[in-house]
């Protein structure tokens, strides 16, 4: 493995653990035994509900090529995933409102174990069947746990602040520790064990199956909406309501569509930037760098929430510029860099200043997720929680299922400048967000609920 590569990884893993241990009081939230071990439980069963998840992201691809399918049929069956998150995932995940926020994390359990199962078979029409699951299950991991948490939260009497503390740990190990843990561990499984593609699903379900217990065994249900109406178009239309009437709420769902949006397209297009021409480079490793870089981000964020100053709604305009710019590196080296045109070999120079420009949008993306979930925990309505955050993920999934369906129509240069644009406009929004924070928050639910859009006039 090239030098390059050691020395990012390296450099990322020295200052995060210099972050870490560098904390002092002002950078650390006194908080009291009760909370800490309500975290800890939280924490334990959501990075195993990320392991689940992790473990079989590298592999979903290269199983399905090993069942001999085509580019074309994989990505119909990636598309399905999308597609019935949208769909099927905002109904189900609504649900939690209504009929419990634990019982949807045992829902989603149970949906993600019968996707993995699913991937035994060689069949198609089996396999669209379990990305149908997989679709469902995502929307339910997105929502219902922090929906849980949020609300447990305040019930149990924590403090608002404390709250901060769970996120940024919650991304730091489950979408950090965890995922580059996950990358090893499955590696293991498939390459040394010569177990096959499909152990990495058996001991994903396996991670899922003891998550669920922990929840069965220690998690209280807590709702949303606990009125007798137990409708769901009523509860659709005033989360709809809800989101029109309340500029703040739009625009985190606009700002949280933009960005997811970009980072899910990043995905698709880091590998074919890095290797234009068929370039040797080690995929597993350069995932754990990023994972690297988004821990990094993560443990940036916690020190920045467990300060009254900046507001996240203020950094995080910051955080947004600096991601685009990351983004534009693709298109700047592509002007600038002359390009080689001989296949194979190692990494090019374009290449190491891209990666680099990767990871800083990887740290960027580390710093979204605690930030992104504080701001909603303090905009989104209690009683409505997991249907607007659903909604919030309708806009993120039809954009993703059009840059699949298009993913060879455009030069990757193009792909890149649009994720820029919409990261830089997601940075405007955030400004408009940090200007009208200050307004008291929206009316009582009950009276959003059972307005009639058609016939009142939507605040502006």
């Not at 997105?142 to 447990?152: H, P, Q």
């Not at 955030?430 to 006039?457: C, F, G, H, V, Y």
Request: net charge neutral.
């Amino acid at each position: 493995m090239e030098l390059f590569y050691l020395v990012v990884f390296g450099a990322l893993g020295a200052v995060v653990a210099a972050s870490e241990l560098s904390k002092n009081s002002k950078d650390r939230i006194n908080t009291s035994p009760a909370f800490n071990s309500f975290k800890n439980n939280y924490l334990v069963v959501y990075s195993l509900m990320m392991a689940g998840d992790w473990l079989q992201g590298p592999y979903v691809y290269y199983l399905y090529s090993t069942y001999g399918f085509g580019k074309g049929e994989i990505g119909q069956l990636f598309i399905a995933g999308f597609g019935s998150s949208m769909l099927f995932g905002t109904i189900v995940g609504s649900l939690a409102d209504k009929q419990g926020r634990s019982r949807a994390c045992v829902t989603y359990c149970i949906t993600y174990i019968l996707s993995c199962i699913t991937k035994h078979s060689p069949q198609y029409k089996v396999l669209m069947i379990g990305r149908v699951l997989g679709g469902i299950a995502t929307s339910l991991l997105f929502s219902a746990f922090e929906s849980w948490l949020v609300a447990e939260h305040n019930k149990r009497g924590f403090e608002q602040q404390w709250l901060s503390l769970t996120f940024s740990k919650a991304i730091f190990l489950g979408n950090g520790l965890v995922a580059i843990l996950s990358g090893l561990f499955g590696n293991l499984l498939v390459d040394s064990l010569s177990l096959g593609p499909v152990a990495p699903f058996d001991a994903a379900a396996c991670f899922l199956a003891i998550g669920m217990a922990i929840i069965l065994s220690s998690w209280t249900e807590n709702y949303g909406d606990t009125s007798e109406n137990k409708d769901l178009l009523t509860q659709f239309r005033g989360a709809a309501v809800a989101i029109a009437s309340d500029e703040k709420i739009a625009l985190l769902g606009a700002i949280q569509s933009l960005f997811e949006g970009s980072m899910y397209t990043f995905v698709f297009l880091w590998t074919p930037a890095l290797s234009p021409n068929d370039e040797d480079i080690p995929h597993g490793f350069i995932f754990a760098t990023f994972m690297l870089a988004s821990m990094l981000g993560s443990s940036l964020a916690s020190r920045l929430l467990a300060r009254s100053s900046p507001r996240v709604e203020s950094y995080m305009q910051i955080v947004f510029v600096i991601s685009s710019a990351s983004l534009l590196l693709p298109i700047l080296t592509n002007f600038l860099v002359a390009p080689s045109k001989l296949k194979g070999g190692s990494i090019s120079f374009a290449g190491c200043l891209q990666l680099l420009g990767f990871c800083t949008f990887e740290a960027c993306v580390g710093i979204f997720w605690p930030s992104i979930m504080k701001m909603r925990s303090q905009y989104i309505p209690e009683e409505a929680r997991s249907t607007i955050m659903n909604f919030f993920r309708i806009p993120l999934n039809i954009f993703v299922c059009i840059v699949l369906y298009n993913v060879d129509a455009f030069p990757i240069t193009v792909m890149f400048g649009m994720c820029s644009i919409f990261l830089f406009v997601a940075s405007i929004l955030q400004r408009r967000l940090m200007a009208i924070s200050d307004r008291p928050k929206m009316e009582n639910w009950t009276a959003m609920k059972e307005r009639d859009p058609e016939a009142e006039p939507l605040n502006d």
